[in-house]
């Protein structure tokens, strides 16, 4: 199972982003994977590294469960693909965390109006680049609370400074 970025054969089970889409999608779910590896997503992105000649079935079963979580590029369009809810189903079966990154104002029909129930949808197609952001805190709410606390620590310490100029002048 091989996950190819630029040129270069690794593991799938080093992507942290299954990403599923409608194939009349393709244009835009390429752009929106291009986007968040260059921020340091791994992402999984069918189109890219299925490899020919292999059981599709299994490649795309294992790459949802070596990943992270699963990325819905959802549309009016995801409704009418069996792949997508598929995909949806597996991931959710595997206990994956599932992001429903909504790129028109549709919303699921059917098998995927279960499949995504009471899941936060992250709208992209008002502004694109919030809603990568959006994403990656999904993906990484641990780093976000690290990167938080650190922010507070570094606010402590430069009140602490502040308090121990203000008594060396008051001195």
């Not at 994977?33 to 590294?49: M, S």
């Not at 819905?72 to 597996?90: D, K």
Request: aromatic content about 6%; overall charge positive; glycine content about 6%.
């Amino acid at each position: 199972m091989s996950y190819k970025s630029r040129g270069v054969a690794r593991k799938a089970r080093a992507s942290s982003l299954f990403v599923s889409h409608s194939s009349r999608d393709h244009r835009l779910a390429w752009e929106i994977v291009r986007k968040l590896e260059n921020i340091g997503i791994r992402c999984w992105f069918a189109p890219r590294d299925l490899r020919g000649g292999t059981d599709y079935r299994t490649e795309i079963v294992e790459a949802i469960d070596s990943c992270d979580a699963l990325l819905v590029i959802f549309s009016e369009r995801c409704n009418e693909s069996p792949w997508v809810y598929r995909e949806v189903a597996v991931a959710d079966d595997a206990g994956k965390t599932i992001i429903a990154l909504r790129i028109e104002d549709a919303q699921p029909k059917r098998g995927l109006r279960l499949c995504l129930a009471n899941l936060q949808q992250v709208d992209a197609f008002r502004a694109r680049d919030d809603a990568i952001r959006e994403v990656l805190r999904a993906l990484h709410p641990q780093a976000e609370r690290r990167g938080a606390r650190r922010n507070d620590d570094r606010g402590m310490r430069r009140a602490r400074l502040r308090r121990l100029g203000s008594a060396e002048t008051a001195a």
